[in-house]
């Protein structure tokens, strides 16, 4: 309760005896100061307030109201105002600490920036079977009257089309009516950018049936698109939602993506156009470039896991963060409850999180397909929930998500290029989410971390992931996107995958946790169009495509984690062959006959494949102005206190190490002007630019690698070995890997094999695909009551 009073209500009638008792115990703990004479009357208004009801003297009194919150009585300097502008006070949030949504009470509404006008329409559907930058923000957006349509119809004849987007994942900034029925749309860019359009998603009311409208977007930025080779636009009408059960469907006709005429010598325009015939009279309908998956779905969804009492039991939700613009940004940890401590260390860890580009809600339709069966009661989720823990954070960018942005945050700037970022305040949600896998990587060995993503320019789904450059692990990342592909192939390409680490991708979240020891680190890529595979060859993709992967993803993580090595062994030779195949075609290409014959497994697979042909923006526009000083500052700070942490050289061992490396030093400066150098350069420049062999392989582990260079003596970044030294090291460290063992691979838990053959895996959840070129099948599986060891064949 709040004692907040007003000034002619001090005098009422004697107070009653529990009232008295409480004001006396307030005042006495320093809440309150003021009589503790109060009347019921009081008593019930205060509690109104306090739970955010209006007073009675509000309509009638609004200054004595006013009075009241403005009262020396009240102590509280942590008052809050409603997010609609009302005065309703109420405490301020802890720092650091944030509530979840209560179960039984509304959902946390949206907050938009406060420049963002919002209509207060709730938009739902159906699912069948310039300089500036973001300030602060509010519920439902900008505050004051919302702007009427610039188009007021003039009766029941007029058959204008109406526009709206000021809706949760809106994007339309503009129509033009060129024509009865043409019209020109132009897309809002990112807020606080001046690019980024791709995303659309808007209404349109007043439509008139059986005739043919155009409409084109003016204003696109990409040179590429999949509406050059047959995807459409998706539409939703209500009419035929509401007495049909229809909801999204692909629609349009005379579909081009062309280049714009207009030049005036900045960035060129891009436009897509297609014709349109809508099935009612007078409907609503809505246009968006792929199914729209808003903040507000995924809320709805979290709460029924919440509100099972099932799901809750190995389910649970905590609150990440909270965006800039203050919205909820959620962690689930899904894991069956352990029976031991020891149980509870064995288990591996694997992180999965999507939406850190809004605008590509293909991933949040993944992410639910996954979330669905991991939660679900099928033998092989309780067994996934069994041996891992799974940490997930299904939408990381909520206010883009929000505001209909297609790439960035309210930042202004693509999260997926900063997750090496030190701005805890201006990138709080990759900031949190790059420390709390860093802390989780303390504890426990992460398995595989996958961000899953849209892409706008290649069809079927994909993986990009890192190059291992680790011999003893060769090839064993292509693994898991290699059983992938044989679990779905009619949806999932191979072929389509690269595990090249280019320059430009260092801060992607793929490439971050990479270095940070995650060897399974993947990027999973979902067209926004269709497949090209199988018995879906041509198709449009659905959310039930989609949802479908999630599901395979699970599947693939039993395949991957099978204590019979078997196909393990068979996806391990079959990457053999095909790297054979590669290599064989590049030396084709450059007209050579090369026996690769016992040193083609050392050639450089960076140098075999091409770099991604990732988005438009792989390139980072660098830091926001504004944040620029910060950044400096927070680098020096950085500095001073790793200077301070520097310890001096004690002892006679560190003196001495010191003085070798500073002699080795000398040596090779002195080695490398002998007139040597220059015949060994020239015979390593006769290679091939693809072709390393085991030499080249080892010297640019050593480069690559900082405990290699500790190894060879502690040698200073910039020096380099004399020729006959550096072949003398490279022969020794090729003998030594030669010499090693072949990894094994063991973790303290084991998979529940069901022996029963009559009991199914997960009803309608799978198809039967074909397994010619992979043997080996899974059975079900089944609860067991001990832990013995389970064989998990990824790194130790």
């Excluded at 209006?54 to 009075?67: D, I, K, Q, T, V």
């Excluded at 503009?174 to 990112?190: F, I, M, W």
């Excluded at 809600?361 to 939660?375: H, P």
């Excluded at 450059?590 to 390139?619: V, Y």
Aim: charged share 25%.
């Amino acid at each position: 309760m709040f004692p907040a009073l007003e000034t002619e209500l001090k005098q009422q009638t004697l107070p009653e005896a529990y009232e008295d008792f409480m004001y006396h115990h307030l005042q006495y703990y320093g809440y309150f100061k003021g009589p503790t004479c109060l009347s019921s009357t009081v008593h019930r208004q205060i509690e109104a307030v306090s739970r955010g009801i209006s007073c009675p003297s509000r309509p009638e009194n609004g200054n004595s109201y006013s009075l009241m919150l403005s009262s020396p009585l009240l102590k509280s300097r942590q008052l809050l105002h409603d997010d609609l502008g009302e005065v309703n006070p109420r405490l301020r949030e802890p720092r650091d600490l944030f509530a979840f949504f209560s179960t039984s009470g509304p959902l946390q509404a949206p907050r938009w920036p406060i420049e963002c006008e919002v209509i207060k329409e709730n938009i739902h559907h159906i699912v069948p079977t310039e300089d500036s930058y973001f300030t602060s923000s509010r519920v439902g957006g900008k505050p004051g009257i919302i702007k009427e349509l610039a188009v007021t119809l003039q009766g029941p004849e007029d058959d204008t089309l109406l526009f709206e987007s000021r809706f949760e994942s809106g994007n339309l900034q503009k129509a033009t009516r060129v024509n009865t029925y043409e019209y020109e749309l132009t897309l809002r860019t990112d807020l606080y950018t001046n690019k980024h359009t791709q995303w659309f998603y808007f209404r349109i009311q007043n439509t008139r049936k059986d005739v043919t409208y155009r409409f084109t977007i003016v204003n696109l930025l990409k040179p590429k698109s999949l509406y050059t080779i047959g995807m459409k636009p998706l539409m939703y009408s209500q009419l035929d939602a509401s007495t049909h059960s229809i909801g999204w469907r692909r629609e349009g006709n005379e579909i081009r993506y062309y280049r714009s005429n207009t030049d005036d010598g900045q960035q060129p325009f891009y436009c897509l156009t297609w014709t349109i015939q809508f099935p009612h009279d007078q409907d609503t309908c809505f246009f968006a470039h792929f199914y729209p998956y808003t903040y507000t779905d995924l809320q709805c969804f979290l709460l029924s896991v919440a509100n099972s009492p099932v799901q809750s039991q190995f389910c649970k939700l905590r609150t990440l963060c909270r965006s800039l613009a203050g919205n909820i940004v959620y962690l689930l940890t899904i894991t069956n409850p352990a029976r031991t401590p020891q149980e509870a260390a064995a288990k591996k860890a694997v992180v999965l999180t999507a939406r850190v580009h809004p605008g590509e809600s293909n991933g949040s339709w993944i992410m639910k397909g996954f979330l669905d069966f991991i939660l679900s009661n099928s033998p092989d989720a309780q067994l996934l929930r069994d041996i891992f823990i799974f940490k997930v954070v299904p939408m990381l960018n909520p206010d883009g998500v929000i505001v209909g942005n297609y790439r960035c945050s309210l930042a202004g700037r693509d999260l997926n290029r900063h997750y090496k970022t030190i701005l805890k305040e201006s990138f709080p949600c990759i900031w949190h989410t790059r420390n709390m896998i860093k802390r989780l990587l303390e504890e426990r060995e992460v398995l595989l971390y996958c961000d899953f993503h849209g892409h706008s320019r290649k069809s079927n789904i994909f993986l990009y992931g890192c190059n291992n450059n680790d011999h003893k692990f060769w090839l064993h990342e292509r693994v898991f996107p290699l059983m992938l592909s044989k679990n779905a192939p009619d949806k999932f390409s191979f072929h389509s995958c690269n595990f090249k680490v280019q320059k430009c991708k260092e801060g992607t979240g793929r490439v971050v946790m990479w270095r940070m020891g995650i060897l399974n680190s993947y990027t999973m890529e979902s067209t926004f169009g269709g497949s090209t595979l199988g018995n879906r060859r041509d198709t449009h993709f659905t959310p039930e495509d989609l949802t479908s992967l999630g599901y395979h993803v699970c599947d693939t993580l039993l395949d991957f984690c099978d204590p019979d090595r078997t196909k393990f062994m068979q996806c391990l030779a079959e990457l053999k062959e095909l790297l054979q195949q590669e290599i064989h075609k590049k030396f084709k290409e450059l007209g050579q006959d090369m026996d690769l014959e016992g040193s083609w497994s050392d050639i450089s697979l960076t140098d075999i494949e091409s770099s991604t042909s990732g988005s438009d923006s792989s390139f980072s526009d660098g830091l926001p102005v504004h944040l620029l000083n910060t950044t400096d500052e927070l680098n020096q700070k950085k500095k001073m206190y790793k200077k301070k942490k520097r310890k001096p050289l004690q002892s006679r061992k560190q003196r001495n190490k010191q003085h070798q490396k500073s002699n080795l030093m000398q040596e090779s400066k002195l080695t490398e002007d002998a007139p040597e150098g220059a015949g060994f350069a020239s015979t390593l420049q006769k290679q091939p630019a693809f072709f390393k062999n085991s030499e080249n392989t080892s010297s640019s582990m050593m480069k690559n690698e900082k405990p290699r260079l500790n190894e060879l003596n502690g040698r200073d970044k910039g020096t380099s070995l004399g020729p006959s030294k550096m072949t003398t090291l490279i022969l020794t460290k090729n003998k030594e890997r030669m010499q090693r063992e072949k990894p094994g691979f063991t973790v303290s838990c084991s998979p529940k094999r069901n022996t029963n053959p009559s009991q199914e895996r997960a009803p309608d959840t799978k198809p039967n695909w074909s397994r010619n070129r992979y043997p080996a099948t899974k059975g079900g599986r089944t609860t067991a009551v001990v832990y013995p060891s389970l064989h998990i064949y990824t790194y130790p």
